[in-house]
Each structure stands twice: as C-alpha cells, then as structure tokens.
C-alpha cells in the first residue's frame, strides 16, 4: 500500500476507491492506495484508490435500497440488460484487451479470451432469463390431494462478489451475469492488481442500462473484502481467489449464516496413457500448464506420463517448451506474457529453489525474449520425476511451473492424480474408450477433459471438490446459486 505521490507521471491514472448508487466516491487524500503496474514493463502506469469501511457500508446500503425494485423487475426485463451489456462489451472488446495487456502483460489472445468468454457469460444468462419456467413457481406432486405445494427460486439479495487478478473480466463476468439474472444486487469488490478493466466493465454495465444501485464497486485488497464479507447487510459471497483467502472468508460468512460459492485454488493433473498421440499430449500439457503464465487455478502442473511414453513426451515437451515465445504483449507470435506482479514472482521463484533444495531436479526450461528487459517474466520451467512429498508437486505454484511423473498402470495413474486435497479440474489423453470411462469416473475433479484442452462453456458449471471450493458456478446451478430454494403447501378451496 502506499498513498498517491503529488506528483505522478502525466498520463498516470487514478482510479476511484468506489461506485456506490452510480456515484463516484474519491479517497480522502491522505488515504492509502496502490500502484497500478504493467507487468510487462513493471512500470507504475495509475493508481488504485482504496475503500474505507464506511465506503463499503455506503456500498452495501445502496446494494440493499435497490433490491426490492431490482428483484421485482421481470426476468425478461434483466436478460434485455445482460444482452446490452454483453453488446456493448462486443462492440468495446479493442479497447478493453488492449488495456488487459497493458495491465497484465497478457498476450492478445488470451487478452482476447478474458473478454469474449465475459460475452458468452452475459449472452448466456440473458438467454436464461428469457426461459420463464426457470424463474416460475414449480407444482411439487405430494400424496394429498387436498393442498397445492409448490417450489419457487427466489433471489439471495445483496451479494458481495469478491475476485482475483488472474482473469479479472471473466471471473467477474461469472459471478456478475447469474447474480444480476436471479434479482440480485451487487456489491463487487475487484483485484487491486487489474481494477482498471473492471471501472470499464461497471461504465459498461452503467450504460446499458441497469439501474443506480444494482451494482455497486468497492476497490482495495484482502482488508476492503474483509470489511464486505462480515458485513451484516450482504446476503452471499460469491468470491474466487486463493484457499487460505477462502478459509476467511468462509468464517467471515458463518457469524450471519451467509450463502458462500468458493472458487480456490487447484493442484491438477493431466494424464498421458501410453495409447496417446505424443503431439496432441505435449500441445494439451503446453497449454494446461503454461496459459497465462501457469497463472490459472486449473493449471495441470502435475503432469503423468506413462512409461513406455516417457521419453518420447519428454523430448517433445522440451521442443515445444523451448519454442514459446515469452514476450511483452506487442511482441511476434508471443505465447507468454509476465506474471502479475513483483511479489508474484518472488513468491514463484522462492517455491522453486525450496522444491529444488527439497530435491526436485529441472529437466529444462524456456527462454525469455531479448525484450523482457523488465517486467514480472519468467521463463517456463518443468522439473522431472519430484518425490510425492515435493513441494512443487503439491503445493499450487500459480506461475509457470509443471511437473512430470511416470506411471506404470491406471491404477496408479488414477491414485497419484487423486492424491491432493484440491479437485478442481483434471485431464486424460487417451484413444481407448474404456479407458477414458474409467478416468471420467474416478479421477476427483469438479471438471474432467478427455483430449480436450481446457474448453470452459457457459452451460459447463465450474467449481471443484476439497480445498478447490464450494458450489458451482456457469450453467443453471450458477444461476441457482444466488437464489434460495422456497416452498408453500396451502389447501385447496
Ligand atoms: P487472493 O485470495 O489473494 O485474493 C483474491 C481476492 O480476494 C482479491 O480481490 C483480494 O483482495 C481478496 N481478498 C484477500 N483476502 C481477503 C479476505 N480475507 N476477505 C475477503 N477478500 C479477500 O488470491 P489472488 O492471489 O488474487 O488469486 C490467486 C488465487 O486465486 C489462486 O489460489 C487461484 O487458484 C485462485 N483462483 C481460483 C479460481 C477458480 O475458479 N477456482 C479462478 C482464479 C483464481
């Protein structure tokens, strides 16, 4: 943290600390902020104000005043909004990756991707609202015929939406689009890391339309969503983030009994049976461990490899690795951008050299382009055959560091693949249909991939098992999830 200098470079920007009923709120000037960097040029390009306590109390408020209207708005009316504002991102996508590059260092696609999978989410559930059964009251069939019972899906109220830096305008877009669809008014409180896409998303979601204090924005970090989550006034936490966050968060949400979806971290894995095609396994290991600078939390660092494949793999996954391009965004054929910040990568290398000192021997490693001269880079890097009991096979690295371990048979596949307390997603790379129903069924992850790469759909839930989280996200039950289950049993005239 640190407050605005007096003096800051011309074109730098300061943001507001928060948007409360279609206002902006300005820090006090002493109050503390946080540099905006480009993780590219680790350059301080703005300025993130940060949210007081009585700021997130105005926001909740606010969030808490619009609610009747809001839920009592048809959902037909809603989905008309959620179109315009998947429309509106549409018709503003250059802009809005331009500015993800600039913040994150990201590479155009993946850019690209953060914004139109923010699209089909809002496409999606704006299609939703138009399927008036979902939102209409249910007959329940029950053994007396002299009462009607029935179920409805009511919204939970005020939800506060609380997400990370790593796909900032989709992973908000995923709590956003179902909250807003089930008559829910928001508070959101951004990463403090990429809170300038999320101030053009919310002008976005202002000029479509949607009414003063539906979605209210608080900015700031761990402290401005502490403050959010144990307010007495919000009615659901939807939050994405790191696991220890969300053990906070969870307690936070125990002292009022809120509704809580739990979006964590992942240790994943990706199979490589020994009837896999080598090309396609190296190209889905490339892509599951090193999008977004491994920056994902369904990153497949943990990579099995069968045996009579190993080698083989090995020598093409060292070509490929060898051949990203790790580049500033404005670079040729760029495949890698930087990680998100300074402390990012001191944390990822100090995991490194404690895997390393722990044992973990590097098989090879990636270069960076002569144009990362500063910024967060780092080249990827993948390391052979760790001990179970290695740091850097069970811990989540969140940079871009994969693992890899042969295996002799299914069995064993299948056990070391389930051998962590997370279970977010998982992937098999297999010809043998048998096979792939075998993985389908019992490798413990909330997503599983057959010789697919990591294909996310709107109608797909999201979410996974132990430490990944709880709750789903995307699909129908993301829709449900901001909404509680009601009954009536009455009698018959
Ligand atoms: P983080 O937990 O540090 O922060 C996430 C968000 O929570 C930020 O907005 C932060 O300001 C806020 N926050 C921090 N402490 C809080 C608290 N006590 N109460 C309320 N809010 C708090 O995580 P990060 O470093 O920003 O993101 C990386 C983590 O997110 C990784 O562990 C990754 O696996 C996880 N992640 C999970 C998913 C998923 O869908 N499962 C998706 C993306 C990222």
Redesign the pocket.
Known sequence: MATIPERHADNAFVLPAATVAGATIRAQNAQACSPVCNAASGETIGWQEHASEAMVDRAVHAARDALVAWRHSTPGARGKLLRKIAELLEADRARIAAMQMRVSGKPPFEADLDVSDAIATFDYYADLCENTALFAAETITVPDKTVLAQRTHEPVGVAAL??????PMV?TA?KLAPALAAGCTVVL?????TSPTEHMLVDIVSEAGVPDGVVNVVN???????W??AHPLVDK?S????????R??MQ?AALDMKRVT?????KSALVVRQDADVAHAVALAVSGAFTNAG?????TGRILVHDDLYRKFMAAFETAVRALVVAPPQGENVAMGPL?SAA?HARVQSLVAQGVEEGAQVAFAGTLDAACKAGFFMAPLVVAEPASDNLLWRE?I?GPVACVKSFRSDDEAISLANDTRYG?VATVVTQDANAARRYKAQLRAGLVWVNTPQLIFPQVC???LGL??TGR?LGIAGLRSYQELRHTVEARA
Not at 220 to 226: D, H, I, T
Not at 262 to 266: A, D, K, R, Y
Request: with cysteine; charged share 15%; hydrophobic share 40%.
């Open positions: 609380i997400v990370p830096w790593n796909f992973t995923w409180k951004p990463s403090e890391f700031g970090g761990g402290e401005v969503g502490a959010l989550t936490i939050f994405t983030g790191s696991t220890a966050s969300g906070k968060v936070a739990l979006e964590l971290g992942g920056q994902m939390c369904s990153a998100i990012q989540e969140f977010l999201w979410g996974g990944s989280g996200e």
